[in-house]
Each structure stands twice: as C-alpha cells, then as structure tokens.
C-alpha cells in the first residue's frame, strides 16, 4: 500500500490527519496529470469540473480501488463503473451538502411565496410594492427523495410551522419524523402538496419521473423545488404548466445545463431561477475535507468504505 497513490482535489496538507502508508498528489481537473494515474488507486472527483473531466482519467487507472465523488449524486461518473478494476467502488459524498443544500430548498421556497424576486426587479425600479403573499406556515410540504438531504430539508421545515410534511423515497420505512412513503403512492399525495420538493439522486428511475402527468397531480398554486438534478424534471411539461399560470417552480437545476440565454424557462411567469449553487457553499470544504479524511483511514486500514453506492463487475 506504501507505493500507492491518492489523487485530491484539494492540497492534501489542507485535510491534515491522513494516513502515513499513502502517497498524495493534488489534481483538480488540469490538463497534465501530476503523477502516472496507473498508480493510482483512491481517485477524488474533482467538483464541479463537469462529467468529461471527471472521468478522463479512470481509463488510465487499472489499480484504482476507490472513486470517491464530493457530490451527494453520482451521475457525472456513472458511465465509467463498468470500465473500472472488477470490486472498485464508487462513494458518493453523503452528508457533505445536506446542509447547503437544504438551506437553498428553503430559501428558494421562501423567495417564491413570499414574492422576492418581484420585490428584487421593483426596487431596481424604485417601485414600493406592497401586496398579499402566501407564507410558508400553515402549508403541506411533500419531498420527493428522503434522503440524507431529504431529511435536512425537513429539519428546516419545522420551524416554520408547516401544516404536514410528507416524505417520498424508493423504499418505504419508518424516519425520526414519520413514515416514508414509495414513490408508487405520489398520485395520492401529489394533490394535497402546497410545496413539493425534489431532492432524489439522478437514475433511471427517476429520470423524467416529474413528467405531464405528475404536474397535472399537483394541486392548483402549488409550487415545485427543484434542487436534485434537472433531468427529473421534463422541462416542456413543466414550462406548460407554468405559461398556463397553474403552477409555480423554484429551480437550482434545469435540463439542460446550463440554461442557455434564449430558453424560454428564463422568462417563464412563476419561476425563479438560480445556477445550481445548492453545494458550493462556505459549508462545502470542511465537510469535504472531513470526509476525504475518514474515508482514507478506513481505506489505508484495509476497513469498508462508507456510502458506496455501485461495485464494478455487480449488478442488480
């Protein structure tokens, strides 16, 4: 293990506390590789560098054991599982953006009922607009992905006072706060949700899984957060509901990505619009830094990983 290599994003000297048996090299995305990645055999994702970047180099990596992304989803480096050594793993970085994430959830939330972006355009305008909005006390919440970033978006819920929260995942269980229900029971539950969140990881599942039909579920006013990954969404439908004034959304994700200027989600009435900056906050590093650095003692002490989500050479 002592002639191992570990590629990070960040300086390895920044984490501190890492294991003395591993070699570490820094590569955040640049076009010369800093050592011969065939040595490598723990690779840290680079964040926020896009799918092409983040997969280059694991063809080049047949020792690599571990591919450890600092994104709660795994969709930018799913394609190259299959490539990988059989038994590597791939991690996804749970718990690293739950709270930078959530807090999004909630403020777009907030900023849609209560009106800000007008408030915004107005006081560019030096207009004093005054007005009734709808608050976010007293209104059902469902969330549509109870993970771990699910389940932040709650914690912050509850202080606000919200009438019911209802929770959605793949499988149904029993949370702190209440039951989880299986996505098959959205019919039943979409009607009654003033705010519907979406917090699920990007699959094939889930994949176009907010489609006509689901919006056409959501009762009348109802508004749609979007903070998982654009591609749940199909943009048409919704873009349908919005021009028709039925229907509200918040969105830090869109599909595509980025939005280009000419798209008519920009000026679509009822929506607000920020560029996928649910993660990189102030929060982001030491939580990232934290997890690099438990992973890598489990690593170097030979234990299993935390937050695998896919084994190359497994399926199913």
Request: aromatic share 6%.
């Amino acid at each position: 293990m002592a002639s191992a290599d570990v590629w990070l994003p960040v300086p390895p000297a920044e984490i501190g506390g890492l294991p003395d048996s591993l070699h570490y090299v820094r590569w955040d995305g640049e076009e010369e590789f800093p050592a011969d990645p065939a040595r490598c055999v723990f690779y840290a994702v680079p964040y926020l560098k896009g799918s092409e970047v983040a997969v280059r180099p694991l063809a080049h990596m047949p020792r690599v054991r571990v591919v450890q992304t600092l994104t709660a989803g795994t969709d930018h480096v799913a394609s190259a599982v299959p490539g990988l050594p059989r038994g590597a793993v791939l991690c996804n970085a749970r718990g690293v953006h739950d709270a930078g994430t959530a807090e999004l959830a909630l403020t777009l939330a907030l900023a849609s009922l209560r009106g800000v972006p007008g408030f915004v355009r107005a006081q560019d305008e030096g207009r004093w607009t005054p007005g009734f909005r709808p608050a976010l006390a007293d209104r059902t919440a469902l969330i549509v992905g109870y993970g771990a970033i699910g389940a932040a978006v709650e914690e912050r819920l509850v202080p606000f006072e919200v009438e019911a929260v209802h929770r959605v995942a793949r499988t149904a269980r029993a949370a702190r706060r209440g039951p989880v229900h299986t996505l098959a029971e959205l019919p039943r539950l979409l009607p009654g949700a003033d705010v519907v969140f979406l917090t699920v990881p990007l699959t094939e599942t889930t994949r176009g899984l907010v489609d006509a039909d689901f919006l056409a579920r959501m009762k009348d006013g109802a508004l749609l957060v979007n903070v998982a990954r654009g591609a749940v969404v199909d943009t048409g439908a919704l873009l349908a509901e919005l021009e028709s004034g039925r229907l509200r959304a918040a969105l830090d994700v869109t599909d595509p990505e980025p939005l280009p200027a000419d798209h008519p989600l920009w000026r679509a009435p009822g929506v607000l619009i920020t560029p996928h900056v649910g993660g990189p906050t102030s929060a982001f590093l030491p939580r990232a830094k934290r997890l690099l650095r438990s992973q890598l003692r489990l690593f170097a002490a030979g234990e299993p990983l935390e937050h695998v989500v896919a084994v190359a050479g497994e399926t199913g």
